[in-house]
């Protein structure tokens, strides 16, 4: 899941799984913020390897400055 303040939208599996090598436990949550150049070059390769909803998710970091991501059973 993804949301900016106040809202959620769900995360396409592909990109779920690739959020989810990030981290050792295998789960996520996290904010990304367009403010760490880390965050953005992270999402920018996961667009760039073609894994389905990088871009928007990429376009709400930009378009909110921050946005919160976790994993819901």
């Known amino acids: 899941m993804w949301r900016p303040p106040h809202r959620g ?16 436990d295998q789960s996520i949550r996290t904010v990304f913020s367009n403010e760490d150049g ?12 073609g894994v389905d909803g990088a871009q928007e998710l990429l376009d709400a970091v930009k378009r909110y400055g921050e946005v919160e991501v976790w994993e819901q059973y």
């Open 38 to 49: 880390c965050d953005m070059a992270y999402l920018q390769g996961l667009r760039d390897a």
């Open 9 to 24: 939208k769900e995360l396409p599996d592909a990109l779920k799984y690739a959020l989810c090598k990030r981290w050792a």
